[in-house]
């Protein structure tokens, strides 16, 4: 399958749930390519920095440009599993990514900003969908508060439920001290000895795989 992390609005988390999806997958036995389409290279220098511990399961990284369609397709049938994470703005690389993938996961913070690209979000995955049917579209809320008395996300999620091309994911993935902790380190939260980080990222990778990746 080829899961495109995707979106118009930077700084949701995109890249964090690209590596961490690509490791849990990797942990699990699982052949993983993670295609970075960012010029800021998020996810490419995660890898380099994996790759120098040089004693964790291995996720092959490669980097994509301009119209990425014919790479990935031909990227699909090499491995087990694609993931590509796409810059947080409207590109290149973010249409043609989105009419070769199976499925897109739409990070957004529950906050105005991000609710109101979601608008465009879903105008882009209409015309995706125009050349590339088979494409699932979700909603993902993500770096949430983890204090129980602010609802921002549970308010978030009904307003998200009112985007015609989108399902809302029902994961949701907290602000936590170890997702950054685990990208500086090149580690996967999976592999930090952290119960609530591992437990979100296990339940988003089961929603999107199953059982059986």
């Known amino acids: 399958m080829i899961l495109l992390l995707g979106g118009e609005k930077s700084g949701t988390g995109k890249s964090t749930i690209a590596v961490n999806l690509s490791v849990w997958l990797a942990n699990a036995g699982i052949d993983v390519l993670l295609i970075d389409t960012d010029m800021q290279r998020t996810a490419s220098h995660f890898i380099e920095r994996r790759n120098q511990l040089g004693d964790l399961p291995k996720v092959h990284c490669t980097e994509k440009h301009g119209n990425v369609f014919d790479s990935v397709r031909d ?4 491995y087990e599993q694609i993931i590509i994470d796409a810059g947080g703005r409207d590109s ?8 070769a993938s199976h499925l897109l ?13 979601s608008v465009h979000m ?3 995955t209409q ?11 979700r909603l993902l809320l993500s770096m949430a508060p983890t204090n129980p008395v602010i609802h921002e996300a549970e ?3 009904h307003v998200l439920t009112e985007l015609p091309q989108f399902t809302l994911s029902n994961t949701i993935i907290r602000e936590r001290k170890v997702y950054r902790d685990a990208m500086s ?3 996967g939260v999976v592999e930090m000895n952290n119960d ?4 979100e990222i296990t339940a988003l990778a089961l929603e999107i795989y199953g059982d059986h990746p």
């Open 92 to 99: 290149e690389e973010l249409r043609t990514a989105m009419v």
């Open 155 to 157: 308010q978030a999620q």
């Open 127 to 137: 015309l995706a969908r125009s050349l590339n049917p088979q494409l699932q579209a």
């Open 105 to 117: 996961y739409c990070p957004l913070k529950a906050s105005q900003p991000d609710i109101e690209t």
């Open 185 to 187: 380190d090149g580690r």
């Open 122 to 124: 879903n105008a882009l």
């Open 196 to 199: 609530k980080a591992t437990a």
């Open 75 to 78: 990227l699909s049938t090499r």
